[in-house]
């Protein structure tokens, strides 16, 4: 059951940088938002791939 509540605790920080990210810089600019939130969805996976992925 932790790894479960971990896992929901980093998706839910995922979408908060997302949406904290969207709306203080990029609240009229489609393409550079669309650029920004696939540039921090990798770097929040790179991060679950190396620190959090059980073997």
């Known amino acids: 059951m932790g790894i479960k509540?971990?896992?929901?605790l980093y998706?839910?920080?995922?979408?908060?940088?997302?949406?904290?990210?969207?709306f203080a810089f990029f609240r009229n600019r489609f393409w550079e938002r669309l650029i920004a939130n696939i540039g921090?969805?990798?770097v929040f996976a790179a991060f679950y791939l190396r620190f959090l992925r059980r073997p």
């Open 5 to 8: 509540v971990a896992i929901a």
């Open 11 to 22: 998706l839910v920080a995922l979408v908060a940088v997302i949406v904290g990210v969207d």
């Open 40 to 42: 921090i969805v990798l």
